[in-house]
């Protein structure tokens, strides 16, 4: 239960499309304590304050992804996030930024839906193994190729924190680019041509100066900002050495 | 009103819910599917099931062992012929999400690992680190998106089950974007929606988890079987519910009281072994820790009640011990307990001892099906923990449900699909109606009524605690009784709720008072049919009714809805090669 002698101030980010013209921050004050996260704090708002304050949120332990937002100004999970590494200073919650808003905290993930399906990222094997002839090997060292790039919870914080997105929204983006080079990185898998194709002809890559900012915000411990440099690497090896050169050839 | 059409509609995008659009786009790419989920597919509950799944692969076991180890785990209370389909089938399934990518822990040797569970004869759970239900949602996630004929309705909350013509044809469901009701017709639907751990206030399950396709059947008239099966686990976070995997046992944790003496060997679990000690065979399959869920948290309440647990600033809680792991085998098997330790207990299992307690994790119980996933409504089924089947009985096994929601998901969208092409859609007009009928309800009922006094958050609060307290671990006649008609009031009071948002777009207002209705069905079906259950067995245990009654109660209950409380109605189990039998673990 929340220590009632004490408070904080949170200033939300408030639009309501059939009554805003414009956004705006409103001021609640919630009881503090020491185990509430962000996200208990918004839930009491909304069972005790205001109603009509909307966010998403699910599993309330970090591994769902709902709940990603702007917490003085640092993309975060408010599931993951403790009152107390602010307190006693108010705490301004916004929507991710980068992302279209719906409501409130509700923003529009549709872009990036469509950005993982055109990468493929999904197992495509190398040779056709039905079932039946038993599972594929795969050794831990195989699996430790690229285990850490299936981390991603598809939270979006990368997304938010990421200056290429933040300016050419047509950027494939880190969380894509992640789960493809995953199945890239996959022993069982026999596509990685195909999705180099898709990721090098996206300008946004070469315009990623690895600067990490999406790695250093990933609650999961994902480092996609390892994955493009890698994709970079692939991609100027092959694919993008025979594109890259012709191209600059043809001069005017 | 415009109608969206599909030949079959999944209500559910969890891995219940994909695996059946797997199934369907591989059986016929030639059907239209519609999966309409009131979350974005891959923040499903699914995502937060940690251990693993089981299916036998190994040289050492056997079909046999592993549909033996279900039913005595089960209490003898699932039905066998659906028990040994699950378990012959359950290989298949594994092996199939091993060729979509799952990223399966190996042995040295390249082949799949697997770890020892909670009530299993022989090692046979598939596990993903500690994050199995994560891999394997995302792994089926991704693989829906290969599928054309595949059209998601994310963020849309089903309200009502279109009925026509003796079949279901569909939802009417609200576009959470737009706020509007649209009907989303097909020819056969599936509900994959999961449990309703929600109507307890100490729960792993996530906030989605209310109940809504248990409560759309329930008001189709089908019924909800064996609800007063309710699953503590032993081992949650006190405070934020959050599960410590039953893996953190598997791979050697041990509990202990406030005394460091592990209380199980005094409940019937078996002998300790020296858990330090390499050679002395723990963890010892069946034995203590892994012995079953219902029977462990039990034990917890009576070593409370013995005064031997720990007092904490969230209830009382024991030791989960795993230090002696090390570090290196904690981060390579159960990194994510550490992490969860780590940030919501501010604990370092590798140095402390994590506090943990029981806390309501699954329910056995749901739609009513056989053993194809369909219902008593033709053209309606249900898989995954929403549907039971049933094949977890009184009790399930860990690392039963990952497995079960695929095997049964497959079958599902397998038998939709057959359903679909065989049944033209019929009463289109009438169904649209319906529809429309749903949006004024919905409307009248919520956005635009006045004067009401009765807050969601209230409501909700006191479910949870009348729930606690009248249907928890250990249950009895008086305070049951007291629950039973306490759900009932509230349910009248559910009629005077005010919305804090009565707008469109948007409305989680709107989405969290028709979940506190479905909790309500839920709640009186779990509350009433536990009434009825004059005896002990697996996870339903009555202080006034202690033993099993194999005489009277070998039998599911079958809970309908009726004006008032619900009729709750009982049918055989079926028993094939297994003859119930005394239960035992560790000796």
Redesign the interface.
Known sequence: MADSTKTCTLEVFRY????DSEPSLQKYEVPFSE?WVVLDALNHI???M???V?????????????CGMMVNGTPRLAC?TFLKEFYPSPIRIEPLGGFPV??DL?VN??DF?EK??RV????I?KEN?P??N???????A??AD??QF??C??CMLCYAACPVYAQEPHFLGPAAIT?AHR?NL?S??GARAARLDVISSDPGVWECAVIEECSAVCPKGVDPASAIKQVKLEGATDWWRGMLIPKEKRGG | MEAYTHDVLIVGGGGAGLRAAIAIGEENPGLSVGVLSKVYPMRSHTVSAEGGAAAVIKPNDKIEYHIKDTVTGGDWMGDQDAIEYFVNEAPREMLQLEHWGCPWNRDPDGSVAVRTFGGMTVDRTWFAADKTGFHLLHSLFQTALKYNNLVRYDEWFATRLLIEDGRCQGVAAIELLSGQVRPVLARAVILCTGGGGRIFPFTTNAAIKTGDGMSLAYHAGVALKDMEFVQYHPTGLPFTGILITEAARAEGGVLVNKDGYRYLQDYDLGTPLDYRDPNSGHPKNKNMELGPRDRLSQAFMKEFDRGRTIPGRHGHVVHLDVRHLGEEKIMKKIPFVRELAKNYAGVDPVHEPISVRPVVHYMMGGIDTNRFAATSVPGLYAAGECACVSINGANRLGSNSLTELLVFGAMAGRQAAQFAQDHELRGKESLIRQAEDEQRRITQQYLTKDGGTESIAGLKAELNSTMEAGAGIYRTEATMRTTCEEVQKLKERYRNIQLGDRTHSFNTDLVAALELGSLLDVAETVAQSALQRQESRGAHQRTDFPKRDDEKFLQHSLAYQTDGEPRVDYRPVVITNWPPAERVYGR
């Open positions: 309501h499309p059939e009554q185990d909304k069972g005790e205001d109603g009509g909307t966010y998403r949120w699910s599993c309330r332990m970090g591994v769902c992804g709902s993951s719906i409501r509700v993930l549709d839906l993982l399906t493929q990222a999904w197992l094997p193994h079932e039946v038993g599972a594929l090997k795969q050794t831990p195989e699996l690229y285990k299936s981390m919870i598809n789960l199945y996959d069982r898998d």
